[in-house]
């Protein structure tokens, strides 16, 4: 018999909390997000039937919040953990494994988290080449609250580069990606990149940063402020995978928070009404969950705090399903893209 997989979400305020919550409850399964301080805290305190990732910002019951604790708990049995080690294709065989397990239940799902500094994150995907095109990963990029030092993800006290849990469940899934941009009808051609570094070294063989300035119409000077608002867009199979622009180097080149290949276009995308957005997709989805992950990129999460919107997405997010978890990521995993600037939900029926 699968298992119903009831996800519980969970928000502490500290760390012998957790320490003590989960000891009482060893039966269950914890994936945890917090802070870097917080996560190298807990990974003192907890054991094995608990998954530990640092982020950017934690989502939870309570909404978007700084600090805290977040994260959910499960059935120890409906879950398999694997250490994904680097290089991720050392670890093929016991993905395999895992993935066998599953593969016949069209509800499992794999939850994906990545290291958030090492710009591994396309070789962590590929490495679920053998896995059928419809099952569903979701997963988020470890961040450092904006410090770009070390990113940390532990099970247990043993810290991992990057994890994937599978999860059988006969409850219905279903995975949701939000994109609250849109084409604005310009298009660039990359003519020379370093896919490895993700760095764009000319657009319309001009040098990336006065080609992508010309087309927004602003002053190259000006144009990281004109990032967030104005990303680029891989289309594959009819949706818009978002690549958002780190900065600027000084030979004019540009380097991204995922890879652009050569010989691509990308379209120039602008924003559209995220609160109008995010009703849009909530009302798309096809059933009532009775739980919700909820990964939102760093860049949707800051934009959200400098419009002063984060009160309006949590308030439709939690009254469409008061049990929703999640966190602030850098970089989201999507079936086998990896994508910036979205929002990444796995819907539980």
Not at 10 to 25: C, D, E, W
Not at 100 to 127: H, P, R, W, Y
Not at 239 to 266: G, R
């Amino acid at each position: 018999m699968l298992g119903a997989v009831i996800m519980k979400s969970l928000i502490f305020s500290n760390p012998q909390g957790v320490s003590k919550y989960t000891k009482t409850n060893s039966n269950k399964g914890f994936v945890l997000f917090s802070t870097v301080e917080v996560i190298l805290e807990l990974s003192k305190l907890v054991s094995s039937n608990v998954t530990l990732c640092s982020t950017s910002g934690e989502y939870s019951i309570e909404g978007y919040k700084d600090g805290i604790i977040s994260g959910f708990e499960y059935e120890l049995s409906d879950a398999e953990v694997v250490e994904i080690l680097y290089p991720p294709i050392k670890s093929i065989s016991n993905l395999k494994k895992a993935y066998k397990k599953v593969q016949n239940n069209v509800n499992a799902f794999a939850l994906l988290l990545c290291d958030g500094l090492t710009g591994m994150e396309e070789s962590i995907v590929t490495t679920f080449y053998f896995t059928h095109d419809n099952f569903k990963i979701i997963g988020g990029s470890a961040g450092d609250n904006l410090k770009f030092k070390e990113t940390f993800i532990f099970i247990g006290s043993k810290r991992v580069h990057s994890t994937v849990l599978f999860f059988n469940t006969s409850r219905r899934t279903t995975l949701i990606k939000e994109n609250i941009y849109v084409p604005s009808g310009a298009r660039l051609l990359v003519t020379e990149a370093d896919a490895i570094n993700r760095t764009v070294k000319t657009f319309n063989n001009v040098p990336a940063s006065i080609e992508y300035a010309k087309i927004l119409n602003v002053s190259e000077s000006d144009l990281p402020n004109h990032f967030m608002n104005n990303p680029l867009g891989k289309i594959y199979r009819d949706e818009i995978f978002i690549a958002s622009p780190m900065k600027v180097n000084t030979d004019k080149s540009i380097t991204f928070y995922c890879q652009l290949m050569a010989n691509t276009f990308v379209e120039v995308l602008k924003s559209v009404d995220p609160v109008i957005q995010i009703k849009k997709t909530i009302g798309d989805i096809p059933f009532k969950p009775t739980f919700v992950f909820a990964i939102n990129c760093i860049l949707r999460s800051l934009k959200f705090q400098q419009e002063n919107l984060w009160k309006s997405i949590d308030k439709e997010i939690i009254s469409f399903c008061p049990n929703t978890a999640g966190f602030i990521s850098y970089g989201e995993q999507y079936y086998k893209a990896h994508a910036n600037q979205t929002m990444v939900m796995l819907i539980v029926e």
